[in-house]
């Protein structure tokens, strides 16, 4: 177990590092200076040149990324100030360091990507369970049939349509807005309800399919079969034995749909105008604030590898053959 685990974490490193690379290079294969944008539009010649200075733009671009790969690690001493680790540099914009920035927003987006995956899990395993539990009746085909309607859903649609109905129209609702754990719960869950709501329908489409599917076939495996010979109730065979093997190919989409989770908490902040990281990497690209979209992608891909790396133990865990492979 341990081994496998080693081997994604080298893997998700590697991955991260060509990642961080990739990025860092192709922004100075823009046509246009970096520090130009830094410099604002009354620059002049003498101004740029510091800022150069000032960015380390004038040294090549491979001993700029050496550094820059560092201080992540070690944190660096700028011309502009102290950045201690891990440091992503300085926004060109706010002039505040890259990581606080992002840290600052970062609860909102874990809030609706942890509220969003819980909802759309419960609702979609269970309701997918229970399909498959009353296959051919009007149950399964009505879950079948609402999830195949949902799935073609759209957050930028879905959300001002929830928003006109029970905010607007009726009242039942508040507003959404962001309000810290640590204050409120209530404040925190009735703020963040309808973004979760409208996040997680897609996904709950999706999953209801899925695990309806995936249980079908368990049931129809030669251990489950064995095991109702046996004289076992149905009940306990369907949650002892076929629940469990249908989790498996369930665990490996998770993984692949984090990004996907953590894109759709990016389109539901610029949806209810949610102020999280989806917000500041819009913002970042759009001031072209290269230090803050660079900060922006490598800690999305670094948080999307690590969930893939705890999905792979839950994978091992479930199913002992992986860890063999």
Excluded at 103 to 132: E, N
Aim: charged letters at 15%; glycine letters at 8%; proline letters at 5%.
């Amino acid at each position: 177990m341990l081994r496998f685990l080693t081997r994604r974490t080298l893997g998700a490193v590697l991955t991260l590092f060509l990642i961080s690379a990739v990025t860092y290079f192709m922004f100075f294969a823009i046509p246009q200076d970096p520090a130009l944008l830094a410099c604002g539009k009354n620059c002049t010649p003498d101004a740029l040149k510091v800022i150069h200075t000032n960015l380390g733009l004038d040294q090549p671009v491979a001993v700029q990324f050496w550094h820059y790969m560092v201080g992540i690690f070690t944190g660096r001493d700028l011309p502009v100030g102290e950045c201690a680790a891990p440091c992503f540099g300085i926004s060109f914009d706010s002039g505040q360091p890259v990581w606080d920035t992002i840290i600052d927003r970062l609860p909102l987006t874990l809030s609706l990507s942890a509220g969003g995956l819980v909802v759309f899990l419960v609702v979609g395993l269970g309701l997918g369970m229970l399909a498959a539990w009353k296959k051919g009746t009007k149950v399964d085909k009505t879950v079948s049939s609402a999830s195949l309607v949902l799935s073609s859903l759209q957050i930028y649609f879905l959300g001002p349509v929830v928003l006109g109905i029970f905010v607007y129209s009726t009242g039942w609702l508040d507003k959404p807005k962001y309000v810290p754990l640590t204050e409120s719960f209530s404040g925190w869950f009735m703020g963040l309800l309808i973004p979760w709501l409208v996040m997680s329908v897609i996904f709950t489409a999706q999953y209801t399919r899925m695990s309806r599917s995936s249980m079908i076939e368990q049931l129809q495996e030669e251990h489950v079969k064995a095991a109702r010979a046996k004289g076992m109730t149905s009940r306990f065979v369907f949650f002892r034995y076929a629940w469990r093997g249908s989790l498996i190919p369930i665990v490996t989409i998770i993984g692949m749909d984090m990004g996907a989770l953590f894109g759709g908490a990016m389109v539901t902040e610029l949806t209810f105008g949610l102020a999280g990281v989806g917000r500041l990497a819009r913002d970042s690209v759009v001031l072209k604030d290269l230090p803050l979209t660079m900060g922006v992608l490598i800690f999305s891909a670094a948080f999307i590898l690590l969930f893939n790396v705890i999905v792979d133990a839950a994978y091992a865990f479930i199913d002992p053959r992986v860890r063999l492979s």
